[in-house]
């Protein structure tokens, strides 16, 4: 069974550029996560999507932050403009239940 | 604040020994629990998961204890391996709410001692 992919593996902006990440799922799996996990840190849940409708979008940073799912499969999570406290790696995972299967992320650096 | 925390940052071991990483959490409605494994430069990868209905359940080497008196979960590695050095966490859910995303600790790194 293939993984959930991300793309790219890493990423370095300067502060106030754009970024774009991309996910594609599980084939089969409805619910899709952006994680964003801080070095040190375990991972945070930034958007949940059930197909191609949010399910949860609470701690998602909406003046900067936002993500896309179309026709319910892949996904893309967009920061513009970004900070430096952006630096992170993302996450995305997706699940046919309750637990989920991660991508390898992608790290962003913002200088 | 964070409502699943870990009790020890590091947890060093030697090759062959068992291990117990600890989870304490804080949200009562939780009813799902799962423990990960994260390598370096990857991503979170599912070891075992138990509902709150259970209070012990066991893998391959692995089982995990719960105790919803205390808020506690406990994982318990048996004959640790330099394979399992990583960056463990417990995470938790209310599962069938529909808006079930999981909130992680902020990890125990496992050292295993040649």
């Known amino acids: 069974e293939a993984g959930v992919a991300q793309s790219p593996r890493y990423k370095i902006i300067e502060k106030r550029q754009s970024v774009a990440f991309w996910c594609n799922p599980i084939?089969?799996?409805?619910?899709l996560y952006w994680y964003q996990q801080i070095l040190g840190q375990g991972p945070k849940l930034l958007i949940q999507?059930?197909?191609?409708?949010?399910?949860?979008d609470s701690q998602l940073p909406k003046d900067r932050f936002s993500a896309e799912r179309l026709k319910g499969v892949d996904s893309t999570l967009k920061i513009q403009p970004a900070k430096l406290e952006d630096s992170a790696v993302y996450l995305c995972?997706?699940?046919?239940?309750?637990?989920?299967?991660f991508g390898q992320g992608t790290r962003l650096t913002v200088v | 604040g964070e409502s699943v925390g870990l009790h020890l940052p590091t947890l060093s071991v030697q090759e062959g020994d068992n291990s117990i990483i600890n989870c304490a959490y804080s949200?009562?409605?939780?009813?799902?629990f799962i423990w990960y494994k994260q390598e370096s430069g990857k991503g979170p990868q599912f070891i075992i998961d138990?509902?709150?209905?259970?209070d012990k359940r066991q893998g391959q080497r692995v089982t995990v204890l719960l105790n919803k008196t205390v808020k506690h979960l406990s994982l318990q590695i048996a004959a640790t391996q330099p394979g399992d050095s990583a960056v463990y966490f417990c995470?938790?859910?209310?599962?069938?709410?529909?808006?079930?995303?999981?909130?992680f600790g902020k990890g125990t790194h496992l050292i295993i001692q040649p």
């Open positions: 084939s089969g799996h409805a619910t």
């Open positions: 995972a997706s699940s046919l239940e309750v637990w989920a299967f």
């Open positions: 999507f059930q197909n191609n409708g949010v399910v949860d």
């Open positions: 138990i509902r709150s209905n259970m």
């Open positions: 949200n009562s409605a939780s009813d799902y």
């Open positions: 995470a938790e859910t209310i599962s069938g709410g529909g808006a079930d995303g999981l909130t």
